[in-house]
């Protein structure tokens, strides 16, 4: 009997410390997210800016869009299934009247990874995102060329390719093509776009993004 007690007390603290040890990927960036949005209140039906650190990154994306009522909710290092776990979390909440998407970069490194891989969870991602959000328009950033992803040049074209052909015959939905936009005419990398990291942007290359990404926003 006693054993028994002893394990109804226990039962609730083993299963926090499991969760604990097992939490999903970004679990802890999404609950200080949500805490934010307890603090101060998100603005009504923005046109919200997700997936990952490209996202997350675009500091001024306020400043330079303050007419279109954005959000920024990207979540640095995310591959493509994060942003489809979190949906309920970081997109449905808000109820945004337009969707501009950026995830897949973070996908490539992995060696099991193919352009198929990439095709598929990202149409797992715009399925589950219809599947609540049917009408909302949404703007798919092309993956970027990275120099420090050169060695993934292949699979990022390819998968872009296939990314742009299934999303053309989406409703209410937009490939925006960055990544030739940010090669040099003979179509060679251009570090000077980037941080030292040669994978997040600088103001340089978000300057190529704003423009590009601008005249699909809709306005409130």
């Known amino acids: 009997m006693k054993k028994i007690i002893l394990t109804l007390i226990l039962?609730?603290?083993?299963?926090i410390a499991a969760f604990a040890q097992?939490?999903?990927?970004?679990?802890?960036?999404?609950?200080?997210?949500?805490?934010?949005?307890?603090?101060?209140k998100a603005?009504?039906?923005?046109?919200?800016?997700?997936?990952s650190s490209s996202i997350r990154k675009w500091d001024d994306l306020n400043q330079v869009f303050a007419k279109y009522n954005?959000?920024?909710r990207g979540i640095g290092g995310a591959v493509t299934n994060d942003i489809t776990f979190y949906l309920n979390d970081i997109v449905f909440p808000y109820h945004p009247r337009q969707i501009v998407l950026y995830v897949g970069e973070n996908d490539l490194p992995n060696e099991k990874t193919t352009p198929d891989s990439v095709l598929n969870r990202t149409i797992t991602l715009y399925k589950s995102i219809r599947a609540t959000l049917p009408n909302t328009p949404i703007l798919y950033i092309s993956i970027k060329p990275s120099p420090s992803r050169a060695a993934f040049?292949?699979?990022?074209i390819a998968s872009n390719?296939?990314?742009?052909?299934f999303l053309s015959k989406e409703a209410n939905t937009k490939f925006v093509d960055v990544y030739g936009l940010?090669?040099?005419?003979?179509?060679?990398?251009?570090?000077?776009?980037?941080?030292?990291?040669?994978?997040h942007m600088n103001?340089?290359?978000?300057?190529?993004?704003?423009?590009?990404?601008?005249p699909h926003l809709l306005k409130k």
């Open 11 to 15: 039962s609730p603290f083993l299963f």
């Open 22 to 40: 097992n939490k999903p990927a970004f679990w802890d960036d999404v609950q200080t997210i949500k805490k934010y949005d307890q603090m101060y």
């Open 43 to 51: 603005p009504v039906q923005p046109i919200l800016f997700v997936g």
């Open 70 to 72: 954005v959000l920024n």
């Open 153 to 156: 040049k292949e699979k990022a």
């Open 161 to 165: 390719a296939l990314i742009k052909a």
């Open 182 to 199: 940010m090669l040099t005419k003979e179509g060679n990398l251009r570090p000077e776009l980037f941080v030292e990291d040669m994978l």
């Open 203 to 214: 103001a340089a290359g978000y300057a190529i993004w704003r423009k590009a990404v601008e």
